[in-house]
């Protein structure tokens, strides 16, 4: 099992410019996640699915939207980015609610993000 | 106000040393405590999750202690490895809420 996978590893933008991130995981787990990673702060929550065709926002969605179109995959796009939005974004896979004690989330490698 | 406080926010030891890693919280309703282990340039990887009822946890050569009336867990390594180089992550959820500290990043020289 490949496990998380994220696509792409490292990318460039100028601001304005749009793109899609790609989360791809093979545990068939109903829950996922994005997360931004910045230094000095937490992993905050972008936007979250608990199962195909869902999406919610999270602690900071701003900027941001999402698909979960099918179970496996959970797309993060960017509409217009901005150099507030560069980061490293970070996909995570349960086969738990957040909510269960034993939920344990499994963590892509991440996608790191510079916009210029 | 939620958070997660980590101490010390850095650390230096000698590889065959063992060390303590601490996180304070403030985070209310309590569900779970958990520490995760993050390699450079990876994502994190769960190390343990501590209910309210456990007080200590371990897995392999790291032991997790909660003191859910302070408010207070930390995180033993034991016999230190270059390996166990990494940023230390701890999160402490309210159920649906998670609540992720900064980090210890911890450097095991030879």
């Known amino acids: 099992n490949a496990g998380v996978t994220q696509t792409p590893k490292f990318r460039v933008l100028k601001t304005g410019q749009s793109m899609t991130l790609l989360c791809a995981q093979d545990m068939n787990h109903e829950y996922m996640y994005w997360y931004r990673q910045d230094p000095g702060m937490g992993l905050r929550l972008i936007h979250y699915s608990v199962g195909e065709g869902t999406t919610a926002k999270g602690e900071v969605p701003d900027g941001y939207n999402v698909s979960r179109l099918k179970k496996q995959n959970f797309l993060l796009g960017l509409e217009s980015a901005a150099p507030s939005q560069t980061s490293v974004y970070f996909c995570?896979?349960?086969?738990?609610?957040?909510?269960?004690?034993?939920?344990?989330?499994?963590f892509g490698p991440g996608t790191r993000l510079l916009v210029l | 106000k939620n958070q997660v406080e980590q101490s010390p926010q850095s650390l230096i030891i000698l590889e065959g040393k063992n060390c303590t890693l601490q996180c304070n919280y403030t985070v209310s309703p309590f569900s779970n405590l958990r520490w995760y282990k993050q390699d450079t340039g990876r994502g994190p990887v769960s190390l343990t999750i501590m209910t309210f009822s456990e007080n200590t946890k371990s897995n392999g050569r790291y032991t997790a202690t909660l003191d859910a009336d302070t408010k207070q867990s930390s995180l033993h390594i034991t016999a230190s490895q270059l390996s166990d180089s990494a940023s230390y992550i701890c999160v402490v959820t309210t159920g649906n809420q998670f609540y992720f500290g900064t980090g210890t990043s911890l450097t095991v020289i030879p």
């Open positions: 995570a896979s349960s086969p738990y609610p957040r909510t269960e004690n034993k939920e344990t989330q499994y």
